[in-house]
């Protein structure tokens, strides 16, 4: 279901710790994020996530947004065949392929901050404009790399703003689907 889990224990020190259970926590999608992918796809816009979530969590979270749209076979979003890739898998294509193995997989989990710049590199090699968003310090090279960087304004590091082109004061998603139909 996407949960990250976190389990818990008490004890006087390390070597004497009891189990006490485990707690499912979880950070779903922000407001309005579903319909704004939905609007960009109609728009002709591809939205792909990338993240350093779990398979499970990152399809999970991928559903919900609605990044796999009414037309993904469910069997394929199910099992990741063609749809997406783990870092793992991003390392063991040649650099040189990457461009032309990326084409329709709309998720990328488990990566790591290379792995978004050389999918933001291969993208861009495809011919593709490149859009990204980050908050982080493991999303400034990337989002300087991007055709446009997008940061946030509110939880977003200094680092991430200073590398971005856009820095998005609300932190929400469907604010980039405004800009777009403005021009």
């Known amino acids: 279901e996407g949960l990250r889990v976190l389990a818990?224990?008490?004890?006087?020190?390390?070597?004497?710790m009891v189990f006490a259970g485990l707690i499912g926590m979880e950070d779903p999608p922000r407001e309005g994020?579903?319909?704004?992918?939905?609007s960009l796809?109609?728009?002709?816009?591809?939205?792909?996530?990338?993240?350093?979530?779990?398979?499970?969590?990152?399809?999970?979270?991928?559903?919900?947004c609605g990044?796999?749209?009414?037309?993904?076979?469910?069997?394929d979003a199910e099992y990741g065949a063609?749809?997406?890739?783990?870092?793992?898998?991003?390392?063991s294509i040649p650099a040189r392929n990457l461009a032309n193995s990326i084409g329709g997989v709309k998720l990328f989990y488990r990566v790591s901050p290379r792995h978004k710049l050389a999918l933001v590199r291969a993208f861009q090699q495809h011919g593709e404009v490149v859009a990204m968003t980050g908050?982080?310090?493991?999303?400034?090279?990337?989002?300087?790399a991007a055709d446009i960087g997008i940061a946030?304004?509110?939880?977003?590091?200094?680092v991430a703003k200073e590398a971005a082109d856009i820095v998005l004061a609300d932190d929400n998603f469907s604010t980039i689907t405004g800009a777009i139909s403005e021009g």
Not at 9 to 15: D, H, K, N, R, V
Not at 33 to 38: L, N, T
Request: net charge negative.
């Open 82 to 91: 063609a749809c997406a890739l783990s870092g793992e898998d991003i390392d």
């Open 135 to 144: 908050d982080g310090v493991n999303d400034a090279t990337a989002l300087k």
């Open 67 to 75: 990044i796999f749209g009414d037309n993904d076979s469910m069997s």
């Open 41 to 64: 796809r109609s728009g002709g816009v591809t939205t792909v996530m990338v993240t350093g979530d779990s398979k499970e969590t990152a399809f999970s979270i991928a559903r919900r």
């Open 33 to 38: 994020v579903m319909e704004a992918v939905k």
């Open 152 to 158: 946030m304004g509110k939880c977003g590091t200094d």
């Open 8 to 16: 818990m224990a008490y004890g006087t020190s390390l070597e004497e």
